[in-house]
Each structure stands twice: as structure tokens, then as C-alpha cells.
T-cell receptor
């Protein structure tokens, strides 16, 4: 079955440590996205990539970095520069640019809950 | 600044009730509006709306868009406990690249 796999489901880190969240998709989608979800704030876009070896900052990119070396993979690194990293992180992908046709709504992974203490 | 506002923030209803969830937006260069249902983790796609006045329907759920007044509603009739979830609204605007701006979501709880 095609889908998006995020790992791990839960992640605990000490403050000051970098951590990388994995996102893999086998849907052959061109575009991939990282969102952060906090209570009462909905989903906020961190980074997105529309094609391999290219990515753009979203609305809250500070303290995060990404890479897109393969079409299937879009890992997110939460660096020590991110002031409030504890959150639920959702990865998504779409065939074209998400939300521009009925054939390309965003497909989401099951998320990674990161806790930094 | 592009903005998507959902109301109410949370709602508790009894099974069998009909509910209406609201999504309003202040977005330049509007392209489409999407509704998602999030039960535990991954949001799942419900509807995409691009044209005013055309209702999209799937079972007990329906949605409509008003591009003049800049809002959409999501209706759920004869609610069931399985409808309990967070309902997310997102708007696509065009710019250098199309991307989704999400609202804060409405948390719906359906009780017996």
C-alpha cells in the first residue's frame, strides 16, 4: 500500500541537541511538506519542496533545516536554535502542488511527537 | 497577511444532531479551500472547493464555498460518535508557489 511513513512516532531529546525526523513516501509524489501542530494554533508550514534538490522556507522555518536528495525522502532536522521545539510534526506530500486540484490534496503521515526537556 | 479562521473552536453535540462548522479567510489570490478531518494523527482529506455556490457532498457531510463573503461551511447531519475529531480548514493562495494556510481547527465531540 502506498503512503507516507514518519518515524519515530515519539521522540525525546535534551535541550541543545539536534534531532532529525524521518519522512518517506512511496506515492511517487513530487511535492513534500513539513508542518508543525501546536494546541490552539493549527498547522503551520515549516518547509516545503516541490522537486528533488530544491526546497523553500515556510512560515516558521527558523531553527529547522531540511534536505531533498531523493524524491521519496524529506527529512527534517530540528536544531538547537529552535526555541520551542516540543510539538507534533506532520509530513505531507502531494502529486502536484497540494490543493490545486482534486487529484492532489495533501496526504499526511501519522506524525512524530517531539518532546524536548 | 493571509489568514484562515475557524469557528467554533470546539463543540459538543449529542448523537443525531446536525452541526455546522465555519471557516472564513482573508486571503489574496485565493485558489481553493480544503477541509480535512483529523481523528488521532494524520488528517484525512474531505473536500476541495474552488467555485462559489456548488455544494460538495459525501454521505452525511457536505460543504459549500462563498467566495464573495470569503467563507465556507462544513455540515454534518445525523452525527455519530465516529464523527468526533478535529476538522481543519485550509486555503490555497497563489504566489511564487502554491501552498496551504491552515486554520486552527474545530474540535467536535459527539456524545451518546
Amino acid at each position: 500500500d502506498g503512503g507516507i511513513t514518519q518515524s519515530p512516532k515519539y521522540l525525546f531529546r535534551k535541550e541543545g541537541q539536534n534531532v532529525t525526523l524521518s519522512c518517506e513516501q512511496n506515492l511517487n509524489h513530487d511535492a513534500m511538506y513539513w508542518y508543525r501542530q501546536d494546541p490552539g494554533q493549527g498547522l503551520r508550514l515549516i518547509y516545503y519542496s516541490q522537486i528533488v534538490n530544491d526546497f523553500q522556507k515556510g512560515d516558521i522555518a527558523e531553527g529547522y533545516s531540511v534536505s531533498r536528495e531523493k524524491k521519496e525522502s524529506f527529512p527534517l532536522t530540528v536544531t538547537s536554535a529552535q526555541k520551542n521545539p516540543t510539538a507534533f510534526y506532520l509530513c505531507a506530500s502531494s502529486l502536484g502542488t497540494g490543493g490545486t486540484s482534486n487529484n492532489s490534496p495533501l496526504h499526511f503521515g501519522n506524525g512524530t511527537r517531539l518532546t524536548v526537556t | 497577511e493571509d489568514k484562515v479562521v475557524q469557528s467554533p473552536l470546539s463543540l459538543v453535540v449529542h448523537e443525531g444532531d446536525t452541526v455546522t462548522l465555519n471557516c472564513s479567510y482573508e486571503v489574496t489570490n485565493f485558489r481553493s479551500l480544503l477541509w480535512y478531518k483529523q481523528e488521532k494523527k494524520a488528517p484525512t482529506f474531505l473536500f476541495m472547493l474552488t467555485s462559489s455556490g456548488i455544494e460538495k457532498k459525501s454521505g452525511r457531510l457536505s460543504s459549500i464555498l462563498d467566495k464573495k463573503e470569503l467563507f465556507s461551511i462544513l455540515n454534518i447531519t445525523a452525527t455519530q460518535t465516529g464523527d468526533s475529531a478535529v476538522y481543519l480548514c485550509a486555503v490555497v493562495f497563489t504566489g511564487t508557489a502554491s501552498k496551504l494556510t491552515f486554520g486552527t481547527g474545530t474540535r467536535l465531540q459527539v456524545t451518546l
